[in-house]
Nanobody, 124 residues
């Protein structure tokens, strides 16, 4: 089991930036592939970004490429999502997720553990 706790959400104007953090409870954090997803009201949970165990491989949804950056610091059991040039359509609850496989994937069905989410609201 691993517990995930997100932080860093909030209200920001369009064009602004936020950095989300996700702290994991397990010392074996470095063995988990990590992902970020978001879910807007009335919509399904969608993939945003994912990162491999070492951080050497990343994968992004087309909608965030060039604007968002996922990174991790295994010594701190933490994964980050730097979000720049935010748009109103980025408004959603953002979830951190972990999977024990080394394969980096954007499928939410492949992740084993989830955090409670943090709200991001982008005003126009």
């Amino acid at each position: 089991q691993v517990q995930l706790v997100e932080s860093g959400g909030g209200l920001v104007q369009a064009g602004g930036s936020l950095r989300l953090s996700c702290a994991a409870s397990r010392r074996t954090f470095s063995r988990y592939t990590m992902g970020w997803f978001h879910q807007a009201p009335g919509k399904e949970r969608e993939f945003v970004a994912a990162i491999s165990w070492s951080g050497g491989s990343t994968y992004y949804a087309d909608s965030v490429k060039g604007r968002f950056t996922i990174s991790r610091v295994n010594a701190k059991n933490t994964v980050y999502l730097q979000m720049n040039s935010l748009k109103p359509e980025d408004t959603a609850v953002y979830y951190c997720a972990a999977r024990t496989s080394a394969v980096v994937t954007g499928s939410r069905f492949e992740y084993d553990y989830w955090g409670q989410g943090t709200q991001v609201t982008v005003s126009s």
